[in-house]
């Protein structure tokens, strides 16, 4: 869908009820204007009082805040101002894909159910879990690639946590992949490999024979 394509008619009496206080607001502008315009002439001619005049100019002002109110309700809403009815549209607020439509026709929709979830899909996110003791090697920039099938999907590294996870002991790092064709959904699972730019010369050992001491790793290296 585009932003701002129509998806679902709703029917509120809510909405209806604001949509009947914007025409009462709107009527007493129109009789709040006239009033003070009579009383601005009366004025003129010393007929009436400075304070009937600014009595009017409160009244007016008044009746404008109440149809401001009522017309940015109706605005947020994707309401028509028009005359009362209670239906109004819902519009896409993004372009993008329909990934899910929980909504019917005739369902009862309210604040907490979501009816439809849009996203745009050519761009996802891949969240990795990097262990504590390798967070530190981790930086933003830095490639991470994975295997789906026999697909390599490769993005740099746009983010990391600021913290580590209690439970799991693993800091999490964020990157950004293309996704054109649609291959990659959420929710996958892949293990996932990010180039922290090693040393040639840095002697690589099985991680099985790193022990931990106090704190510190350690290598047992068999004495000749």
Not at 16 to 31: F, H, I, M, N, P
Not at 108 to 121: F, K, M, P, R
Not at 174 to 202: K, Y
Request: net charge neutral.
């Amino acid at each position: 869908v585009e932003a701002g394509a129509r998806l679902f008619l709703l029917e509120s009496e809510r909405i209806g009820s604001v949509q009947s206080d914007l025409q009462t607001a709107r009527e007493r502008v129109r009789v709040a204007k006239a009033d003070l315009d009579r009383k601005l002439e009366l004025r003129n001619e010393q007929i009436t009082s400075a304070r009937a005049v600014e009595l009017a100019r409160q009244k007016l002002a008044e009746a404008e805040a109440e149809e401001t109110a009522a017309a940015s309700m109706l605005r947020i809403a994707g309401a028509p101002r028009g005359k009362p009815s209670g239906r109004y549209t819902l519009d896409a607020p993004m372009s993008g894909q329909v990934i899910r439509r929980p909504a019917v026709l005739g369902a009862l929709a309210t604040a907490d159910v979501s009816l439809a979830t849009i996203a745009n899909t050519s761009k996802m996110w891949v969240i990795c879990e990097v262990p504590e003791q390798d967070a530190h090697l981790v930086q933003r920039g830095q490639t991470l690639s994975f295997t789906l099938g026999s697909r390599e999907v490769q993005g740099p590294i746009s983010w990391l946590s600021p913290e580590v996870d209690p439970r799991t002991r693993t800091v999490a790092v964020r990157a950004e992949v293309e996704n054109p064709d649609g291959r990659l959904r959420a929710n996958q699972f892949a293990n996932a490999i990010i180039r922290t730019g090693a040393p040639e010369d840095a002697l690589l050992v099985p991680r099985d024979a790193i022990q931990r001491i106090e704190g510190y790793e350690v290598l047992f290296v068999r004495a000749k």
